[in-house]
């Protein structure tokens, strides 16, 4: 094959497929929502800022790919699956889900109330387990799909002042791995990507914290959100079409010390 056909399939990659990136409109979110629009998917993004949703979408169809935003605040059962049906409407069903939207909180565990405690876990585990409640059936009728669920390093080990967002992110690793063996055997492909201190808007002001977490690993930096898109499309894509109930680590090599 040519790198002209290479590159030309590349871009066709995702043709005919619609994807769901849920916090898309910044961040880890908005580079992966370029990215698979990139390979030809049609993307629905959500998040709570209209005015960047639909920057996102210009930035989409700028270059040349379909996209559409959903304004949704997701925090329980019905947010969640009112999103999954907004979605699949604009999309004609979803084949793609990308679980990305969450929080990460750090502080005592003697100073988080219960207020704090539902917030976090009703965007970080219980949304995701109702999206995937009302999408995955039709993926598994379709006998296709793909659903990447982002956690994070944390959710692996011990941190002072990480217990509820790296416990809410441990529960997501969980589900993960029961999604994929409830769903596997019907074609729909269940991952996880769980990235390392990431460089995005929304760490702007964690820089030194950043740092000192990435001098830990191997790699000795934070990672770009576009680090995480890259391995997001490889789970979605048939390039991973042998990966099922796994969890990638983009974390610069923490895992390894």
């Known amino acids: 094959m040519s790198e002209a056909s290479a590159s030309a399939a590349a871009t066709s990659e995702l043709s005919g497929t619609s994807v769901l990136v849920t916090g898309g409109t910044s961040g880890i979110g908005r580079a992966t929502a370029l990215a698979l629009a990139g390979l030809g998917a049609r993307v629905v993004l959500s998040g709570r800022d209209a005015e ?31 999103l999954a049906r907004q979605a699949g409407a604009l999309a004609g069903g979803i084949d793609v889900l990308v679980n990305n939207a969450g929080v990460f909180p750090f502080g005592p565990t003697g100073e988080t109330t219960e207020a704090d405690f539902d917030s976090v876990y009703g965007l970080n ?15 598994a009728e379709r006998g296709r799909g793909a659903i990447v669920n982002v956690t994070t390093m944390v959710a692996e080990y011990g941190v002072d002042g990480m217990s509820l967002y790296g416990s809410s992110k441990a529960a997501l690793v969980l589900l993960t791995k029961a999604w994929a063996a409830e769903f596997g055997p019907r074609g729909v492909r269940v991952n996880a990507v769980s990235p390392g201190p990431t460089l995005t808007e929304g760490t702007s002001g964690m820089t030194e914290a950043l740092d000192v977490l990435a001098s830990q690993a191997p790699a000795g930096r934070p990672g770009t959100a576009q680090e995480v898109a890259d391995a997001i499309a ?12 796994a969890v990638l680590p983009v974390d610069g090599g923490r895992i390894a010390v």
Request: no cysteine.
């Open 234 to 245: 490889y789970l979605v894509t048939d390039r991973s079409s042998f990966v099922h109930g």
């Open 125 to 139: 585990v219980k949304a995701p387990y109702f999206l995937v409640a009302e999408l995955a059936p039709a993926m």
């Open 52 to 82: 960047r949703g639909k920057k996102v979408v210009r930035e989409i169809e700028a270059a040349g790919g379909e996209g559409h935003f959903v304004a949704a605040d997701l925090r329980d059962e019905a947010s969640a699956r009112a």
